[in-house]
């Protein structure tokens, strides 16, 4: 594998399943990120990790919990979801003392909440 | 309050012609700019950057453009293919702690014309 690795690709879920989302870097970097992406909207950060330590959380609801286990894996734990959760979850991964902060992204999780 | 914004949404443009995708930021503190490229059922992927001490790099076929008076940048790309038809979003980056995030436009549909 090589790059940015996310599954599953799809995944529809009722509002009272638990389930897990899973990105995986096999770029060598020590950041990564949690995207969220509606329709017509911008990218919207919800999480950073640096160091395997969370550094950033964006008003995320506690239904949405993230887990960095190490510098490779990043999981996104998604329980009691709404209908308006449902968007494309990409992860992304970077060097933290990169220059421009150039991130590489997965092909994301295409998420439907029923 | 958007501090990234690309205002057209979509662009037409016939083969072997040039697109000029725009975008504006209200935040002087970025010093880093970045575009993306984004095709349906993947995640976006890096193009070309712009340090904010430059005013101009080029990269092949894609060239972008800094203003930093009028917080402006484009992104130029001639000649256009059919292939280069995604979405192509605007990001920008300033030091913020351990880790660069980047703050992303809404995206312009790009689509090129045979």
């Known amino acids: 594998e090589t790059g940015v690795t996310q599954t599953p690709r799809h995944l529809v879920m009722g509002m009272t399943n638990k389930k897990s989302l899973k990105c995986e870097q096999h770029?060598?970097?020590?950041?990564m990120y949690w995207y969220k992406q509606s329709a017509k909207k911008p990218l919207e950060l919800m999480f950073v990790?640096?160091?395997?330590?969370?550094?950033e959380n964006n008003s995320v609801p506690s239904r949405f919990s993230p887990e960095c286990p190490n510098s490779s894996h990043l999981f996104l734990h998604l329980h009691t979801l709404q209908p308006e959760d449902s968007a494309l979850y990409l992860c992304?991964?970077?060097?933290?003392?990169?220059?421009?902060?150039?991130?590489?992204f997965g092909p994301g999780t295409r998420l439907t909440v029923l | 309050d958007q501090q990234v914004k690309q205002n057209s949404p979509s662009l037409r443009v016939q083969e072997g012609r040039i697109s000029i995708l725009n975008c504006d930021y209200t935040n002087s503190m970025f010093d880093y700019f970045l575009w993306y490229k984004k095709y349906p059922a993947e995640g976006p992927t890096f193009l070309i950057s712009i340090s904010s001490i430059k005013d101009k790099n080029e990269d092949g076929r894609f060239t972008v453009f800094l203003n930093k008076s009028a917080k402006h940048l484009s992104l130029h790309i001639v000649p256009s293919q059919p292939g280069d038809s995604a979405v192509y979003f605007c990001?920008?980056?300033?030091?913020?702690?351990?880790?660069?995030?980047?703050?992303f436009g809404s995206g312009t549909q790009l689509t090129v014309l045979p």
């Open positions: 770029l060598g970097h020590n950041a």
């Open positions: 992304a991964s970077s060097q933290a003392s990169g220059q421009g902060g150039e991130q590489f």
């Open positions: 990001a920008a980056s300033g030091s913020s702690g351990s880790a660069r995030q980047l703050t």
């Open positions: 990790y640096s160091l395997e330590e969370r550094v």
